[in-house]
C-alpha cells in the first residue's frame, strides 16, 4: 500500500485558503512548501519517525504519515464469487 504525507498548516499561507496538504513522500512537501512554512527541515522529517503512522507537531505544522488504502481489482481468470 502506498503512504500519504498530510501537512496541516496552523496558519494559512498568505493568500491562500488551503490548510490541508498531502503528498506522496516528505521530499515532495519541499517542492510546494519551504522548510519555515512547515517548521522542520527535509532532513530532521525524514530521521523523525514518521514511519508507522508517526506524526511530528512543529510550531507551524502537523505532519502525519498514513497509508492510503485502495481497492483490489479483480482481474480475469481470478475467482469471483457467484
Same mark, same amino acid.
Given at each position: 500500500?502506498?503512504?500519504?504525507? @498530510?501537512?496541516?498548516?496552523?496558519?494559512?499561507?498568505?493568500?491562500?485558503? +488551503? +490548510?490541508?496538504?498531502?503528498?506522496?513522500?516528505?521530499?515532495? #512537501?519541499?517542492?510546494?512548501?519551504?522548510?519555515?512554512?512547515?517548521?522542520?527541515?527535509?532532513?530532521?522529517?525524514? @530521521?523523525?519517525?514518521?514511519?508507522?503512522?508517526?506524526?511530528?507537531?512543529?510550531?507551524?505544522? #502537523?505532519?502525519?504519515?498514513?497509508?492510503?488504502?485502495?481497492? @483490489? +481489482?479483480?482481474?480475469?481468470?481470478?475467482? +469471483?464469487?457467484?
Amino acid at each position: 500500500m502506498a503512504k500519504v504525507i @498530510h501537512v496541516f498548516l496552523v496558519k494559512p499561507i498568505d493568500g491562500e485558503k +488551503r +490548510r490541508d496538504w498531502y503528498f506522496s513522500s516528505i521530499s515532495a #512537501i519541499y517542492t510546494v512548501l519551504t522548510a519555515e512554512q512547515v517548521g522542520a527541515s527535509k532532513n530532521y522529517l525524514l @530521521h523523525a519517525g514518521l514511519s508507522g503512522n508517526g506524526t511530528v507537531i512543529t510550531k507551524t505544522a #502537523i505532519i502525519k504519515q498514513s497509508t492510503l488504502i485502495g481497492s @483490489h +481489482r479483480k482481474g480475469a481468470g481470478e475467482d +469471483r464469487p457467484e
